[in-house]
């Protein structure tokens, strides 16, 4: 799909993009190269993902003009006290002089003697290692001046609930509406509620994992089986319809050329099919597939 949407940085970002979550600096290297053959121009990247270096490479090594493809990074949990500094060093990781989108990973900081991922560091006393007296809207007001810079065009956030969207709005430095939220979401984690709350401030909705991530049960669960053999298409392509009907950008993440080339192919989907989807977490539960034990809910304090 070449569809695109409008950011409210009046930047455009292509509605499909290649995740990279989960995937090997040598398998990234090939994936985004033949992603970018294949007609992707949206790579979604981060520090935390250890693979910034190959999906720079293939980047500059495509041949494609740098404008042509969107790139967004991220902002590390452990790096939350210095903003500048990490995106210079994500900017230097990937070869490129800017990201289109530079994204707040999870709204947290971390000691930096910790690993950012996969999960937050529990201590012998049970708490979580982290910074309490460093908030994300500190962290939030310090990557607004990347914009004023120039090495990151846009700037939003990811990981982040009603609440903790609620709380950055009401922060003292708050300038620069965030561009996009990306969070996990499919059928089993439709965050309705988000995505309404979102449309409504203008902020995009980013779908990371729309697949369900590895070992998916939504890629056996029958209605959307039943969708998908209805639309001649795979369950993927399903998904991945689904999540663009909703007005959501979308990232599967593929390293198999096969089903990176059958993930850009999008359908319409019809209304029906798509309130389906929508309704079908009352039947089968809401389940969060990526890190659990990463819930707001645990973390942040979320009620
Ligand atoms: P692979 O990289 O081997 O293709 P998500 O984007 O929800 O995190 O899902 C990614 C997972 O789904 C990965 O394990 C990926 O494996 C797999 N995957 C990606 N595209 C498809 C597809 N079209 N059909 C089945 N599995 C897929």
């Known amino acids: 799909s070449s569809k ?16 990279t979550w989960q995937a090997s600096a040598d398998d ?26 190959p999906v720079g490479r293939a980047i500059r090594d495509s041949g494609i003009p740098r404008k042509e493809i969107f790139v967004t990074t991220k902002l590390a949990p452990i790096d939350a006290l210095d ?5 210079d060093q994500s900017l230097k990781n990937l070869g490129l002089d800017y990201v289109d989108l530079y994204l707040m990973h999870w709204p947290v900081c971390l000691n930096k003697a ?31 001046h990347l914009v004023e ?6 700037i939003g956030v990811s990981n982040f609930s009603i609440k903790n969207l609620k709380k950055l709005f009401s922060s003292p430095d708050y300038k620069i509406v965030p561009t ?28 990371f994992s729309p697949l369900g991530s590895s070992n998916s049960p939504l890629l056996k669960d029958e209605t959307i089986v039943k969708i998908a053999e209805k639309n001649q298409v795979s369950v993927a392509t399903i998904l991945i319809s689904w999540a663009i009907w909703r007005g959501t950008v979308v990232l599967p993440k ?5 089903r ?32 659990p034990n990463w819930d707001p809910i645990d973390v942040y304090g979320e009620d």
């Open 4 to 19: 695109v949407y409008k950011l409210n940085s009046g930047e455009t970002i292509p509605a499909l993009g290649l995740g």
């Open 28 to 53: 990234v290297y090939k994936a985004v190269l033949f992603a970018l053959k294949t007609g992707y121009r949206h790579i979604d990247s981060a520090l935390a993902y250890g693979n910034e270096e």
């Open 114 to 144: 910790n690993k950012s991922h996969p999960g937050i560091p529990t201590l012998p006393n049970g708490k979580r290692d982290i910074v309490f007296d460093r908030d994300f809207t500190q962290t939030y007001a310090d990557m607004q």
């Open 83 to 87: 903003p500048a500094g990490a995106l």
């Open 254 to 258: 593929s390293v198999s050329d096969s």
């Open 149 to 154: 810079s120039g090495k990151a065009k846009s």
């Open 180 to 207: 996009v939220n990306q969070v996990e979401i499919h059928p089993y984690l439709p965050q309705t509620e988000l995505l309404e709350f979102c449309k409504k401030h203008d902020i995009l909705l980013e779908a």
């Open 260 to 291: 990176i080339e059958s993930n850009f192919n999008v359908v319409d989907l019809s209304d029906e099919d798509g309130e389906e989807l929508n309704n079908l977490h009352k039947v089968k539960g809401i389940k969060r597939f990526v890190s």
